[in-house]
């Protein structure tokens, strides 16, 4: 079965700590990843694409195809990080469809 | 934002009568979907096209249909209201299905509520 898992509902974090969102998946082909993200009350968004390897707002991931992960990492919080982040894998079919996990809300305190 | 909007962007209706909701989008996108977001759910495919007039089911597609007569719509139908359907609906859309961007825009959401 073709799953995503955001273990996390809530991750609580300090100013300029460090970051990790977690992502676990499962899918028989070769995996397309992404990490999207939702500020308060705003449509989702792109962040970043595994294919990309890029680092967008400091943020990176890795895809760990061992392990099925791809989390979400970032050095040193900011308040504006806070927001929802949904793991998305995308199924290589004719639909393109995306495949969710349950998000994670990350909160940075001041 | 991709040039994609819905409408309305909040609805009040009652438990029982039919709503339609409409994603707009300006770019020329092949693919459009339909989510409805959920605490501890995330988002869910309710429904999705590959072209006019061409619509498939997803993994919640209960109490919905849907209808692409242009490019351009995707319009989400709830045939009967229900409480269980209260929730914020996403229209998204894919600008190119066979290259490398394969990314997903999204729409600004409709906060749908039933009593």
């Given at each position: 079965a073709q799953r995503v898992t955001q273990p996390e509902k809530l991750l609580s974090v300090f100013k300029g700590a460090p970051v990790e969102l977690k992502c676990n998946y499962s899918y028989s082909g070769s995996p397309e990843l992404f990490w999207y993200v939702q500020y308060s009350r705003q449509r989702l968004q792109l962040?970043?694409?595994?294919?990309?390897?890029e680092s967008i707002k400091g943020f990176t991931a890795d895809l760990n195809k061992g392990e099925t992960s791809f989390h979400l990492k970032k050095p040193f919080a900011q308040e504006e990080d806070s927001a929802m982040y949904y793991c998305a894998l995308l199924r290589?079919?004719?639909?393109?469809k995306l495949i969710f996990g349950s998000g994670t809300r990350l909160l940075v305190r001041p | 934002d991709a040039g994609i909007t819905q409408s309305p962007r909040h609805k009040v209706t009652e438990t029982g009568t039919p709503v339609t909701l409409r994603c707009h989008q300006?770019?020329?996108?092949?693919y459009m979907y339909w989510y409805r977001q959920d605490p501890g759910h995330g988002l869910r495919l309710i429904h999705y096209s590959y072209g006019v007039k061409d619509t498939d089911k997803g993994e919640?597609?209960?109490g919905y249909s849907v209808s692409r007569s242009k490019t351009e719509d995707f319009l989400l139908t709830l045939e009967s209201a229900t409480s269980s359907q209260t929730s914020v609906y996403f229209c998204a859309a894919t600008?190119?299905?066979?290259?490398?961007?394969?990314e997903q825009f999204f729409g600004p959401g409709t906060r749908l509520t039933v009593l």
């Open positions: 962040l970043l694409r595994h294919i990309s390897r290589m079919d004719s639909s393109y | 300006t770019e020329n996108h092949r919640v597609s209960d600008q190119t299905a066979g290259g490398v961007n394969r």
